[in-house]
């Protein structure tokens, strides 16, 4: 029967798609892209543009907790790693791209820039205190108090009082 079904499945595959399988009895082969191989070389060449545009939300965010699918805890676990990974390789692309902005004196487009990367990723996972001093930097350099107070009160909250000293004085170096 599973035979039966795979070829079933691989018939109508052919039938929607036909120049995506190929094959034999013995052998198959696609063409198909993974979007996650694409997002991946985008973050390698640092094409911000097509990995933003590639991250369309967490790596098969709800599907651990989907009841038609079942994994093992090692499949849950790449899933989250996988997902935590991607998040942040592509946090960093675009905190990057912010920085370039900032460096090419448009303050408010890279504040804006830092503030999309902030409010899309937080709730995946923290930060590390060094993505929050670059983005209490960027906005500062904006001079948009609101969201260096907010960025800086989180820091502190995470990583404790040193923070105050750590992040003021990255502060005092803009």
Do not use: C
């Amino acid at each position: 029967k599973r035979l039966a079904s795979l070829s079933e499945a691989v018939y109508r595959l052919r039938k929607l798609y036909p120049n995506m399988i190929r094959g034999s009895e013995e052998w198959l082969e696609t063409t198909a892209t993974l979007d996650v191989q694409l997002l991946r070389q985008a973050i390698e060449q640092k094409n911000s543009v097509l990995a933003i545009e590639l991250y369309q939300g967490h790596f098969l965010d709800g599907i651990e907790r989907n009841p038609r699918f079942t994994f093992g805890e090692e499949m849950n676990e790449w899933i989250i790693n996988t997902r935590e990974e991607l998040y942040s390789d592509v946090f960093e692309l675009r905190l990057w791209w912010a920085e370039r902005t900032a460096y090419a004196g448009n303050f408010n487009e890279a504040a804006d820039l830092a503030w999309q990367v902030y409010a899309h990723g937080t709730k995946i996972t923290y930060l590390a205190l060094e993505n929050y001093q670059r983005l209490h930097k960027l906005f500062t350099a904006a001079e948009r108090f609101d969201e260096a107070k907010r960025i800086f009160a989180e820091a502190k909250d995470l990583y404790g009082p040193d923070t105050l000293a750590t992040v003021a004085r990255q502060a005092a170096e803009v």
